[in-house]
């Protein structure tokens, strides 16, 4: 049978939000595909974690115990996942376009000569059809190209796997469905001591100033939140209903806030119940981060603003005037 397979990230024996979503959107795919949901894991004492993989739908794990792939480095992680790949071949391959995926997959794209599609927010099967040939149940990668400026649909229909990373938060984790689990296969890591060129000698951790991806109340600040009054008003609004600050782009730009805070196509993607919009246009890069939020609430001045054709609510107005009226009226 066909597989979908995920690589799955861990620290620790703690599995990555990214890699359940994955193995979610993998299901999905293998429903269109008549395929089977597999993950391949690496790292040591995994065995106990993994089954719950299960409750997301995935069939089998592949793992690689070995106590040198505790820590991540390049070489031996792409060259373990290439031997799981080659010994089961699966059908598609997707990786977490985090730091430690974005690493891995180009190299094992390159190992296989395989296609890969950075960054996509958007999987679906379907056909393609290049000259005379027709590919049917092809997988088709949708990602943000030119700047945002087009949504471009990626295939690479004939080479094995077709590979694909996905950032943190774009795709929808469904709720798990507790008491199934995945069967875990132990695979050799094929390692020698000349695949390990680098040590880890020390883990050093910067802890996020904020977890956007994890907030369910955000209030965000663009470039026309930007004097300080105004951002004030703005983090005052989510302290007073219980929502954290962010922000867009040119923020970040001009040294405001730190990274973590912002939101988009080169920022976090949320997926909040409430996403109060103040002062932000709306331009496809801040839509990319946002748009899948429950409730999107926009304030702006300009009543033709991008943003308003996303919004649930829009209130045309200078902020200064409306975040106050907004606070008085929730703590009324
Ligand atoms: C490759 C690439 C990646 C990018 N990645 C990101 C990303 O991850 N995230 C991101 O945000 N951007 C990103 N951008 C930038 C993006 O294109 C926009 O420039 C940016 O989102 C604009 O931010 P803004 O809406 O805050 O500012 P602007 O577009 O300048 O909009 C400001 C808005 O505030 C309104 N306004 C002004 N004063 C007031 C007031 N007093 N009251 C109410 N409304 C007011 C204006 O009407 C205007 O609509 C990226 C761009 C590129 C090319």
Redesign the pocket.
């Known amino acids: 049978m066909k597989q979908v397979m995920v690589f799955v990230e861990q620290i620790d024996g703690r599995i990555a939000d990214v890699s359940s979503e994955l193995i979610c959107e993998a299901r999905r795919l293998a429903r269109e595909l008549d395929a089977t949901v597999t993950a391949v894991a690496l790292g040591s004492k995994l065995a106990g974690v993994l089954p719950a993989l299960g409750n997301y739908g995935c069939k089998t794990v592949y793992c690689v115990e070995d106590e040198r792939l505790s820590h991540f480095t390049s070489h031996p992680y792409a060259k373990s996942v290439v031997g799981v790949i080659r010994r089961h071949a699966p059908a598609i391959v997707l990786f977490g376009a985090t730091i430690i995926g974005r690493d891995m997959a180009p190299r094992i794209a390159s190992a296989l000569k395989c296609g890969l599609t950075a960054d996509c927010t958007e999987l679906r099967s379907g056909e393609h059809k290049s000259l005379k040939q027709v590919y049917p149940k092809t997988l088709l990668q949708v990602r943000p190209a030119f700047?945002?400026n087009i949504m471009a649909t990626i295939v690479s229909p004939e080479s094995v796997p077709s590979m694909a990373t996905v950032r943190p938060g774009v795709m929808k984790l469904d709720p798990p469905e507790a008491g199934l689990s995945a069967e875990v296969v132990m695979e050799e890591s094929g390692l020698t001591p000349d695949d390990f060129l680098t040590e880890v000698v020390e883990v050093v951790r910067r802890e996020k100033s904020v977890n956007l991806g994890a907030a369910q109340i955000i209030v965000a600040a663009?470039?026309?939140?930007v004097a300080p009054a105004?951002i004030a008003l703005v983090r005052k609004l989510a302290q007073t209903i219980g929502g954290v600050v962010a922000v867009?782009?040119?923020?970040v730009d001009a040294g405001l806030f730190p990274h973590d805070h912002?939101?988009?196509?080169?920022?976090a993607t949320v997926r909040a119940n409430l996403y109060i919009a103040?002062?932000?246009?709306?331009?496809i890069?801040?839509r990319a981060?946002m748009a899948g939020s429950k409730r999107i609430v926009a304030?702006?001045?300009?009543p033709d603003?991008p943003?308003f054709r996303i919004a649930h609510y829009g209130i045309v107005?200078?902020?200064?005037e409306v975040i106050p009226k907004m606070i008085d009226a929730y703590k009324n």
Do not use: K, Y
Not at 248 to 251: F, M
Not at 262 to 267: K, L, N, P, S, Y
Not at 317 to 320: K, P, S, T, V
């Open positions: 700047g945002g663009g470039a026309g939140a105004s867009s782009r040119p923020l912002q939101v988009g196509q080169t920022g103040c002062g932000i246009s709306g331009q890069q801040h981060g304030i702006n001045s300009d603003a943003i107005g200078d902020l200064n």
